[in-house]
């Protein structure tokens, strides 16, 4: 099909992070499928984080030390993985092609994993970058002996005569035929399946035959001596496995209220590609419901996403401590600390009557060249387990400088009776309604400022 201007801020959007006027404008006229094509190719063009370095003292064994000694290492370790949310949350920010940041988003999720070590979480996620558009089954393989998921669902307990059954089960319910789709048994005999994995301080993985259970297991009413691939290769046979994955891609990538008819299309054809995401997102991304105007805002922004767009509209600095992981905290999504083994409640768990609040009035708070004041907001929040890694409570205040120059830029080449039009389009990815346009002056710097801090602060923004 082909694009309007409308059907690429959309695709932009949903694919990666929004994208400028300049760059929709080359797109105007031509067919889906180039730009599905598109997306594919900017996507392998992705480089492994290298932020956190081997050597990095939060990675030095605790043992033998004194108190002090643990609670610098704490501290250490604290500090180095708010550093890789940071530089993340950049990468997000600054590239042109957001399509791998949002596919290694989706996949942070979907295999959410919570440890206190910044090595493992970026080995994760450098593993989860380099598999993220190939077949599920190798990001599956992955993820068995990936040092973050052995420590956190305790697979590196999993031994021959001394069961723990807490990463099969997961892999069952979260990772891929879904909850309802196996029985105890299957549990049971899954764990006994993937015994003898483990890893060193380093997260340096290896696989140990003394500790696997090396016997017939029952999977599925299947018999055989599996192992971690032939488990794998169960699973992937079974269409709800297909299924139960292209649900949470619709869900990501369409829309919050699910459609039957298209999940299955979706599964039907991820399970005959033998599930490969690249050949999924391509049909997504060219397909014409992906397009249908029902589709357009039919998201909420997740608050990293809600950062994000904010960001790469109006680059912000900050004096002093960089508080975006603080503000990431107080609208309930800290990258690289999901809440639990599922992931973050999507749609719209993410507003309720003060995150909502809060969210409308942050393009205010963060694109004003004044110190802004938390206190209230932090005081309402119970402490847990993101203001522990966090060294305890947000910062009350911080100062930032917006630079509107990009945006300014974007705009200079529309013809006055055209900027109204543009600049919202830009901002919310619709044809704007009259009464937004009416209401919008742009006479001077200052308007168009004022113009964009007033589009944010719309419920409308919060939509993607």
Known sequence: MRLTREDIFHAFARAGFGCDHSTASKWVGKNSADLATYFLKESVKATAFDLIRSDDPSLLSKKGLTKEERDKVERNSRMSQIDLNKFWLNKMILTDSGYIEKLTFFWHDHFATKVFNPWYIQKQLNTIRSLALGPFKNLLLAMVSDPAMLIFLNNQQNRAGAINENFAREFLELFTIGRGNYSETDIKETARALTGWRTDIKGNSRFEPRLYDNSVKTIFGKKGNFGAEEVIDLVLADKRTAKFIASKFYAFYISDDPDEKIINEMAEFYYKSDYDTSKLLVYIFSS?????????????????????????????????????????????????????????????????????????????????????????????????????????????????????????????GVSKNEKKNTLVEIMLRVKPKNYVVESIELHDQTSIKNAIIELMALPEYQLT
């Open 288 to 412: 014409d419901f992906f397009y249908q105007n029902k589709y357009h805002g039919a998201r909420i922004k997740s608050p990293v996403e809600l950062l994000v767009g904010i960001y790469r509209l109006v680059p912000v600095r900050y004096e002093g401590d960089d508080p975006n992981a603080n503000l990431q905290r107080l609208m309930g999504q800290v990258l690289l600390f999901p809440p639990s083994v599922a992931g973050w409640s999507w749609g719209k768990a993410w507003i309720d009557s003060s995150s909502l609040l809060f969210r409308l009035e942050l393009p205010a708070k963060i694109l004003s060249v004044a110190y802004v004041d938390l206190a209230e907001t932090e005081r309402q929040m119970e402490p847990n387990d993101e203001a522990r890694m966090m060294g305890g409570r947000a910062l009350a205040k911080f100062k930032p400088f917006a630079n509107w120059s990009k945006i300014e830029s974007d705009l200079n």
